[in-house]
Every structure is written in C-alpha cells, then in structure tokens.
Nanobody
Framework: QVQLVESGGGLVQAGGSLRLSCAAS????????MAWYRQAPASQRDLVAS???????NYADSVKGRFTISRDNAKNTVYLQMNSLKPEDTAVYYC????????????WGQGTQVTVSS
C-alpha cells in the first residue's frame, strides 16, 4: 500500500518560515520524481516545486528564491523549505510522487494546511 504522509504545516506570520516533510512508503522512492503542489480555496491545484530522481529541481515562478525542495532517498522523504512566506502562499500543500513507466504510476498525499497571516 502506497502512502505519502505530509507534515510540518501550520500557521505562521508573513516573513516567517516553515518546513514541510513528506514520508513515502510502498514505492521505490529513488525511482520517483517527487513534487509539492498547492491548492488555495476556489483555485486549481498548482505545481510548487519538483525534484527528479536525478536531483534536478524545478520551481514555480512565484516561489523561486524563497522555497527549496530536497529529497533524502535514504529516508524516503522529500522536503519543502519555505522562507519569506507571504499571505498568498496560504493553501493546502500536497505531496506527489510520479514513477514513469508503462504505465506511469502516480500518488498523492492527503495534504497539509499552510496559513500565512499578514
């Protein structure tokens, strides 16, 4: 059974920092591209950052220079360090795993709430 379990969300003031973690089980973590998405109320779910199995990272323009995604294959965990948080970063953050193959297999976590107060 595949599980992606997020933690680290919460309430923080603007300008503050949070670190999200996503612990994966039931997948070959090192073969997966891992990503963080977020969804604000009445909005679509958008990509925040991704890290390939080779370590290549990609960021949404809105978070470049503030957020850092990283992975620890030994711990089957992906992280999102969020600095200089803004009220517009408020959303539910979801962990995502993609194993490319025939067929592709992808999985979502249950989400963790991040609220940034002004």
């Amino acid at each position: 059974q595949v599980q992606l379990v997020e933690s680290g969300g919460g309430l923080v003031q603007a300008g503050g920092s949070l670190r999200l973690s996503c612990a994966a089980s039931g997948i070959i973590f090192s073969l997966n591209t891992m990503a963080w998405y977020r969804q604000a109320p009445a909005s679509q779910r958008d990509l925040v950052a991704s890290v390939s199995r080779g370590g290549t990272t990609n960021y949404a323009d809105s978070v470049k220079g503030r957020f850092t995604i990283s992975r620890d294959n030994a711990k089957n965990t992906v992280y999102l360090q969020m600095n200089s948080l803004k009220p517009e970063d408020t959303a539910v953050y979801y962990c995502y795993a993609l194993q490319q193959g025939l067929p592709n297999k992808d999985y979502w976590g249950q989400g963790t709430q991040v609220t940034v107060s002004s």
